[in-house]
């Protein structure tokens, strides 16, 4: 049995040939490869760190040129013989009809997608309804949900408490109507959506009846229909996050374009996207103090209503990235509303969605992203100084109502 040999990473001989595709192996020598790359990642962090604190501009420079000549062409393709040069063009060709073949592929599934989604909307409904209280569940609806239920028990899932014979007074049991906070404890239970609902949020979201998903007729997308009872908070029946497609040259999938969110029309002293802060203040020269109040944004879970405008190509502020982060997080609640919240609404409602997607021991602090930074002050434009025992207390508590920002 022949030795395997180590790769010398110390040898100063070169190598007779330049690398090519040909005589470059896909994988290395394991235990050189890692001692190779740690030595190399090792020297060049330290060069590159005493090159940047004695040469910024040097490094900025070197930076931006080595930036330059990502995707830029080697030189190999035009360099090999025209007849090699034809055949590649020739597998050119036929990646593009397998793009094309890619394309129509994708846009079935968007059509099955929409065909099943209208087949489902009797399910849909029929839950609305029973969440709602407008109507009770058939004794065959009861009895195999019942079923589930003693299943999930034994597996030592999620628990509902359908199957279990509870002594409950007749009057007691009617003075409920459908299943209260259903959606505020199923957007609770998911992790991303319980760290963006705040406490001051869970009231308004109580009156949240229906999530509808509903696919749109005349451009590639889908948006999202939250339905309310009428509220202390805002008029609007419904809030609508309309969320648009468009097809990859390249691959054929279907992705984000853009999205767009209803305005919410928020009703005086109960706006949750602001808070009142009062201030006293005393004057500099007077010594007398007055009462300040100033509005503020505030952290809320209905921010995910807000259209947010896609930076510019080439703005790389770090606004413009916050932004972006902001939009690709956006996306993300979407994709999540879309595939899990709405199809799964009672396991999440129950807790079983927890174990099945995994989530049980869940913590992440992603969603401080998605707030970019609304819980920041602006700067004060009065000449007078804040005195230090200013007080803080929401909209609600204020004695003027504040000033509606909507959203």
Known sequence: MSENKAVDIKSDEKATTAPTPQNTPIFTAPLAAAAAAARIATVAEEDSDALAAHNPALMSMLQGRLGSLIGAPSGYIESLPKAVRDRVDGLRYLQQQHIDIDKQMHMEIYELEKKY??????LYE??????AGKAEPTDEEKAEGAKIAEA???????????????????????????????????????????????????EAIKFLRDIRLEYLEDNLGFKLVFEFAENQFFSNTELVKTYFYEQSDVAGILEFKSAQGTEINWKPENDLSVTVETKKQRHKTTNRTR??????????????????????????????????????????????????????AVDWFTGKALE???????????????????????DDDDDEDDDEDGLSRSAKEAAEPPQCKNQ
Do not use: C
């Not at 989604?117 to 009797?122: D, E, H, Q, R, T």
């Not at 029929?126 to 969440?131: E, F, H, L």
């Not at 299943?179 to 406490?199: C, K, S, V, Y």
């Not at 997607?357 to 002050?377: C, H, I, P, S, V």
């Open 356 to 378: 099945y997607e995994g989530l049980e021991d869940y913590e992440d602090e992603f969603m401080d992203d998605y707030y970019d930074d609304e819980d920041e002050d602006s």
């Open 126 to 131: 029929r839950r609305s309804t029973i969440i």
């Open 117 to 122: 989604n209208k087949l489902y909307a009797p």
């Open 152 to 202: 999930e028990k034994e597996g030592e899932s999620a628990l509902s408490g359908i199957a279990e014979e509870k002594d409950e007074d007749e009057e007691e049991q009617k003075a409920v109507d459908g299943i209260p906070d259903f959606w505020m404890t199923a957007l609770r239970n998911h992790p991303q959506l319980g760290e963006l609902i705040t406490d001051r949020d869970e």
């Open 291 to 344: 009462v300040v109040k100033k509005t503020v944004p505030s952290k809320t879970f209905f921010s995910f209503f807000t259209t947010v405008e896609e930076p510019d190509e080439d703005d790389d502020s770090d606004l413009a990235e916050e932004t972006r982060d902001r939009i690709e997080l956006d996306y993300e609640l979407a994709e999540e509303f879309k595939e899990k919240i709405i199809p799964n």
